[in-house]
């Protein structure tokens, strides 16, 4: 056929005649992600094939689909070293949003380098449940949310029209530096998100009452810290984990002054550990500035987020 003729003038051309010599082929993408997978397997990292693929697709700058539809192409030298590199990261257990800058929260793509904690699904979660509770209100004027961290809950709530405005204090700068950065490339203006420096004892410089208080606060008990995996205990700042010695450090404190800063309307929305529900609602209970706290489980089905409103002037 005429086809077979073109066929040969292609090969006939090609600098990779047979007489030639020929250096070993450089591996292709898609070999690489097998490779790589089988590593990450082997020091049994959960997800390898997942990860294999975000490692490779970031080290080469392109997203999963392209590399999906582009397995054919051998690697360059320097895309080999990137590769190598990403890999080294992720085998000493450096968290992957780390190695790829990124994390993803709702509709965000946050800023992602050890300076604040990772944005979690659970918290995630913890802004549906707000969702779902301003979705049954009037618009919410301001929010607080305690130890922003990377700034996730505060920016989530603004960028997703569930509050009007919002204050993120940490008492990390690192974390403040982070969350200013992801304020900006979240598109949100300055005078919409205050960032601001906590005090160990978080109140004091507060002033003003806010319609919704939000906090992932740490609530790691100092005992569980060690047991960390190696990804969190190695990599992300103690900082935003260790909740002293049964992990309710911060809340005590949240739920001590919370009630004194939240309009009659407000709620309080809390992540919590997964064995703390009971202790959570007792420092509520006890705190007597609280009514109608509820409970609700996280996608593992562990008790994780606690809301509660103020208790009525009258009652208190
Ligand atoms: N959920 C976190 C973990 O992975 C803890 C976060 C926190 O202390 N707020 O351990």
Redesign the pocket.
């Known amino acids: 056929t005429s086809g077979g003729g073109q066929l040969r003038r292609v090969m006939d051309d090609s600098p990779h005649s047979d007489s030639a010599p020929r250096r070993p082929a450089a591996p292709t993408r898609r070999e690489t992600v097998i490779g790589i997978r089988s590593e990450l397997e082997s020091h049994g990292i959960e997800s390898p094939e997942l990860e294999a693929e975000r490692l490779v697709a970031s080290a080469l700058g392109v997203t999963r689909h392209t590399l999906a539809t582009t397995g054919s192409i051998p690697l360059a030298v320097d895309q080999a070293t990137a590769v190598a590199l990403a890999v080294g990261r992720r085998l000493d257990r450096e968290p992957l949003q780390h190695i790829e800058g990124e994390a993803a929260f709702r509709n965000l793509i946050l800023v992602s380098d050890g300076r604040a904690?990772i944005p979690?699904p659970?918290t995630e979660q913890l802004v549906d449940w707000i969702a779902e509770w301003a979705g049954t209100r009037p618009p919410l004027g301001r929010a607080l949310d305690i130890g922003t961290g990377s700034g996730a809950i505060a920016l989530a709530l603004l960028t997703e029209g569930i509050v009007n405005g919002a204050v993120g204090m940490d008492v990390s700068g690192a974390a403040l530096d982070q969350a200013e950065e992801n304020r900006r490339r979240s598109g949100v203006p300055r005078d919409r998100l205050e960032l601001r420096r906590a005090g160990p004892d978080i109140w004091s410089g507060v002033s003003g009452r806010f319609d919704l208080i939000a906090s992932?606060?740490?609530?790691?008990a100092d005992p569980e810290l060690a047991g960390?995996p190696d990804e969190?205990r190695d990599h992300e700042p103690k900082v935003?984990?260790a909740?002293g010695p049964d992990g309710l450090d911060v809340l005590r404190l949240i739920i001590a002054g919370a009630a004194g800063h939240l309009n009659p309307d407000g709620a309080l929305f809390l992540?919590i550990?997964a064995a703390q529900a009971e202790s959570v609602c007792s420092l509520l209970e006890r705190d007597g500035g609280w009514a109608d706290v509820r409970v609700r489980a996280d996608l593992a089905g562990k008790p994780r987020f606690v809301r509660a409103l103020p208790a009525q002037r009258e009652a208190r």
């Open positions: 904690l979690r659970e992932n606060p740490p609530y790691v960390l969190i935003a984990l909740g992540e550990g």
